[in-house]
């Protein structure tokens, strides 16, 4: 299970995602601060392993994996697929989305900086500073208005690097 569930999940102290320095994301994790929307985080990311999905998400339950509590929204990057970038309620559906740039598929060992702004109308993920895709919220998506901003693990032998995550209470900051 994509386990959301506090307690069960690492959480990201300022002294761990603030220092700049790498860490090696082996667990679903999330930073202790919460947000209100509008807001954005951005970190960079560097896959070790084929199989790596970087899935960053916003979510106020922390609930797991298509429970019925489950509020993410979801943005995703990966060395093996590039068919979709949002999702809603931690996979469950699919907002409409509009690709802003060519699909990308991550190269294994290259850091990419990876920024997504959330306003209560629509998100907005860049990459490397360019926009690559939005999408239209709505309050059907189940997208909360304050939440965490957290990273999904989905394989643990498919470890990624994540650096440099900062988060602003305002989309509007970069």
Not at 10 to 27: A, I, Y
Request: aromatic content about 10%; overall charge negative; charged content about 20%.
């Amino acid at each position: 299970m994509y386990g959301v569930v506090p307690g069960v999940l690492r959480v990201l102290e300022e002294g761990v995602h603030g220092s700049g320095e790498p860490f090696t994301l082996t667990e679903t994790a999330y930073v202790s601060e919460i947000c209100n929307v509008p807001c954005a985080m951005q970190c960079r990311v560097r896959m070790n392993h084929e199989q790596c999905e970087f899935i960053p998400f916003f979510s106020l339950s922390l609930a797991a994996f298509r429970s019925a509590e489950a509020d993410a929204l979801t943005w995703h990057l990966s060395p093996h697929r590039s068919d979709f970038t949002f999702r809603t309620r931690v996979f469950l559906n699919f907002p409409s989305s509009i690709r802003l740039a060519e699909p990308v598929r991550a190269i294994v060992g290259e850091w990419y900086t990876v920024r997504c702004e959330i306003s209560e109308e629509s998100a907005v993920m860049f990459l490397d500073g360019v926009p690559y895709a939005s999408c239209e919220l709505s309050a059907a998506d189940g997208v909360p208005s304050s939440g965490y901003f957290g990273f999904i693990q989905v394989r643990s032998s498919a470890t990624m690097d994540i650096a440099d995550i900062q988060i602003c209470d305002t989309a509007a900051t970069k």
